[in-house]
């Protein structure tokens, strides 16, 4: 987010995935994620550059530290392939959304459930954050949580 570091997910479907980061001034390799069985279909780092999050047609959503390269938890919510995830602006919240046009939100910190964001249809190809990493109330003001 900052310009430093460089993360590119990918692979190559029904055999292998995973997701890179570089350190961009001196064009080190700082850590590699995922060995996922199939492509990594999004990466993000936080904004703190401590976690990365992969999506992938696992339906898994998965956080990484990225100094260990460790998994911290996965979120095993989505029905249908995870197609983005997104951390918010200030690193608090993560957003994650799958092909089935499921979109939710959870805390970054842990996965704990926020809301899921409801009345999308079809495939979500990848959440975004506004400016200032607000998340509107979905129509009505009622926040539902992620089913557990």
């Not at 602006?89 to 092909?99: E, I, W």
């Not at 999308?120 to 109330?137: E, F, L, M, N, Y």
């Amino acid at each position: 987010r900052n310009g430093s570091l460089l993360i590119v997910g990918g692979g190559r479907g029904g055999k292998f995935g995973h997701a890179v980061v570089w350190d961009v001034k001196t064009g080190r390799r700082i850590t590699e994620v995922g060995k996922e069985f199939d492509s990594v279909m999004c990466a993000d780092v936080s904004p703190n550059q401590k976690m990365i999050a992969i999506a992938s047609p696992s339906k898994k959503i998965k956080v990484f530290d990225t100094a260990t390269g460790e998994e911290q938890y996965t979120i095993s919510k989505h029905t249908d392939w995870g197609m983005g995830c997104a951390f918010s602006p200030d690193g608090v919240l993560l957003a994650t959304c799958d092909r089935g046009g499921n979109v939710m939100v959870w805390e970054a910190e842990n996965g704990g459930g926020v809301f899921l964001l409801g009345g999308r249809k079809g495939r979500c190809p990848g959440p975004s954050w506004g400016a200032r990493g607000q998340v509107p109330p979905p129509p009505g003001g009622a926040r539902t949580r992620p089913p557990r």
